[in-house]
């Protein structure tokens, strides 16, 4: 089933990417019977950037994905009780950790810049993959750590316990990371 999820995506990026979008499941009568409820079998951590929406890039309609967004694509408490609560009662299977190109909250860490406001928690959650990246003291390139962020929260929900851990473990929940190229359009798996 996973599989067959990652590829129904896989090909709706490939539509977008070569510009053939077929804008499925957005027509009045499906967004009815979308409306009495409808399972959610994949779910997406992306980052908040306007240009990186999930249902536009995977060529998506609704219903179909079960989106969390916050800059950066941080596994924060709140994004891992909301993916708790979709593989629970939604049936969701597959989750994907989406980072982008030229990330500005991964940039913001990066520059180790002080930061105004509430913006130092988001900094303070994609540090440890800046420091991973860096070496002698020299500060890595912003795409090098926008990978290690996805990787680093892919892990992060993997052992969240006690039931994301348990359903990677033991029920085939699969979590997975990708980056999206904001100049080509086109999906990285990682």
């Known amino acids: 089933m996973t599989t067959q999820l990652l590829n129904e995506l896989l090909l709706g990026n490939q539509r977008f ?13 499906y967004r009815k019977e979308c409306a009495k409820g409808r399972p959610s079998p994949t779910a997406v951590l992306a980052c ?12 998506q309609g609704l219903g179909d994905l079960f989106v969390l967004r916050v800059a950066g694509n941080i596994a924060s408490n709140m994004v891992l009780a909301s993916l708790e ?4 009662h939604l ?13 500005g909250a991964v940039t913001a860490a990066v520059s180790g810049d002080q930061v105004p406001g509430h913006i130092g928690n988001l900094v303070e959650f994609i540090q440890p993959s800046v420091s991973k990246c860096t070496s002698n003291g020299h500060l890595p390139q912003v795409n090098e750590v926008v990978r290690e962020n996805v990787l680093h929260n892919m ?10 851990s ?10 997975m990371g990708a980056i999206y190229h904001l100049e080509s ?6």
């Open 166 to 175: 348990k359903l990677t473990e033991e029920a085939g929940l699969a979590v």
């Open 17 to 29: 990417a070569r510009g053939a979008t077929l804008h499925p499941h957005q027509d009045p009568l």
């Open 85 to 88: 609560y979709a593989v629970e």
């Open 185 to 190: 359009g086109k999906i990285e798996l990682l």
């Open 91 to 103: 049936g969701t299977r597959l989750i994907i950790v989406l980072g982008h190109s030229n990330c």
């Open 48 to 59: 908040s950037d306007s240009r990186v929406s999930p249902e536009i890039i995977f060529d």
């Open 155 to 164: 892990k992060n929900i993997r052992k969240a316990e006690p039931i994301l």
